[in-house]
């Protein structure tokens, strides 16, 4: 089987189905003396570089991934980096490249880009600067970071975080690997959603009391000793 990544989505193809690119004659063979023939070897390679960035944005939790070419233009915008530009929330692409909803903000940001591209093929290991993007609807910033890579035509990964997305954990998770009850678990995933044990409490329909001695309970089952500890532990499962 082969992976394929689309957007955020990883799917398994069967080998078969590309099998008939190397058996000309056949049915859906390919000519080894064409011009498509001889293609077939990059834009394989071209794709294994593309996915395993790809890979690498979705392990890193990465909101929104563009690829830069060698020139500064988009050679690949996943779902989460077109919606995110599409709400122009703060940040969106011009004809001329990026911009921001504060002018500095947008040259610091096109002066990043600009580094990276001429960083490009040479960075090793590769170089990585970030910003924050300030967000016109009062959300938390976006978190932009530009990254100079070494893979083929793709010189830049721009790594976009939604700062105002809270991962929040699953109740199921919390259950079979903690051992949470299920109130426990009701009242942990309140916590990371809100911060604080009184909203918490109060989301997860508890006294507060009541929450003070479910979240004793929570301490003890995930090892940990404070209320920010709980809440960094729960907010990084997958």
């Known amino acids: 089987m082969t992976q394929n990544v689309h957007g955020d989505a990883v799917t398994e193809t069967p080998i078969a189905a590309t099998r008939g690119i190397d058996r000309p004659g056949m049915a859906g063979g390919v000519d080894p003396s064409s011009p498509t023939a001889a293609a077939i070897p990059v834009f394989a390679e071209q794709a294994a570089q593309v996915q395993s960035l790809l890979q690498q944005a979705l392990a890193a939790r990465v909101s929104g991934l563009i690829l830069l070419d060698g020139v500064g233009n988009p050679s690949f915008v996943d779902d989460g980096a077109r919606a995110i530009l599409a709400a122009r929330d703060g940040l969106r692409w011009e004809c001329d490249g990026f911009a921001a909803v504060r002018g500095p ?126 809440v960094r532990l729960l907010a990084a499962l997958p």
Request: proline share 4%.
């Open 105 to 230: 903000e947008t040259r610091r940001l096109c002066q990043m880009i600009s580094c990276g591209l001429s960083r490009g093929p040479a960075a090793h290991p590769a170089m990585r600067m970030q910003m924050l993007v300030t967000r016109n609807s009062g959300c938390r910033p976006y978190l932009v970071r530009v990254i100079a890579t070494s893979c083929g035509e793709v010189v830049c990964a721009v790594h976009i975080f939604d700062l105002g997305i809270v991962h929040l954990p699953d109740p199921v998770v919390l259950r079979e690997v903690f051992g949470l009850t299920q109130r426990e678990a009701d009242l942990a995933i309140e916590l990371v959603r809100a911060g604080g044990l009184a909203s918490a409490a109060a989301a997860a329909g508890m006294a507060h009391n009541t929450a003070r001695n479910h979240l004793h309970g929570i301490f003890a089952k995930c090892c940990v000793m404070t209320q920010a500890e709980a």
